[in-house]
């Protein structure tokens, strides 16, 4: 079993939609959770950092779900400018060692 | 301009011609790591560094070597580039967590290298 994981779409929405990705992460002792973007054959850019309290920046509010291992990330009011991949990010042994989702990829369309 | 500074972009070689890429940040950051991607496998982290003089393998460190003698500085060299290592490889860089705060790390563009 993979140590993140992600379903790697792509998802197919129309602009305006709302979108949410589900990431789940298999060690338990993980203790930093990061959403990043990717577009294509770029680098990946920080999206967001998950706390347990939840956290919202404009469109996008991601939550992190210790108990059943996942993290989760929803878009509202999708743009076309959203469509990339989204990467799931999960910290062990501290924070330097990150481990990464292989991606959730998004379409937005007109 | 805050950046992670890859070099270079674009690289093909041969197998078995020792190379090295350069990574550089300007941001003062405690933290540096290499990872590659591939189709398919996602990023895989290669080695890390927590600050000078201290670095780390991560998950697919074979056929790899780095060192941090600066902390802006963290090259990634390759002793005797093999074609499975043809890759696109990124170099990042993070501050030290503090309390309550998660930075996260600000990735270079990427190195696209190609091993023949």
């Known amino acids: 079993r993979k140590e993140v994981e992600q379903d790697p779409g792509p998802f197919n929405v129309p602009e305006g939609a709302t979108v949410a990705f589900n990431c789940t992460y298999s060690n338990s002792a993980s203790q930093s959770f990061f959403w990043y973007r990717q577009d294509c054959r770029k680098e990946p850019k920080l999206l967001m950092s998950v706390y347990s309290s939840g956290n919202e920046d404009g469109r996008f509010t991601a939550q992190l779900n210790r108990a059943s291992q996942y993290i989760s990330l929803l878009i509202r009011d999708s743009k076309l400018s959203d469509s990339a991949t989204y990467l799931c990010?999960?910290?062990?042994?501290?924070?330097?060692?990150?481990?990464f989702g292989t991606g959730t990829r998004l379409l937005v369309s007109p | 301009e805050a950046q992670v500074t890859q070099n270079p972009r674009y690289l093909i070689t041969v197998t078995g011609k020792k190379l090295t890429v350069t990574c550089s940040q300007n941001m003062n950051h405690e933290y540096m790591s290499w990872y590659r991607q591939d189709p398919g496998l996602g990023l895989r982290q290669i080695y890390y560094?927590?600050?000078?003089?201290?670095?780390d393998k991560g998950d697919v460190p074979e056929g790899y070597k780095v060192s941090r003698k600066e902390k802006r500085n963290f090259p990634l060299i390759l002793e005797s580039p093999s074609p499975n290592q043809t890759s696109l490889y990124f170099c990042a860089s993070s501050s030290r967590m503090k309390r309550g705060t998660n930075y996260g790390y600000t990735f270079g563009s990427g190195t696209r290298l190609t091993v023949v």
């Open positions: 560094s927590m600050n000078v003089e201290v670095t």
């Open positions: 990010a999960v910290a062990r042994l501290g924070f330097q060692k990150l481990v």
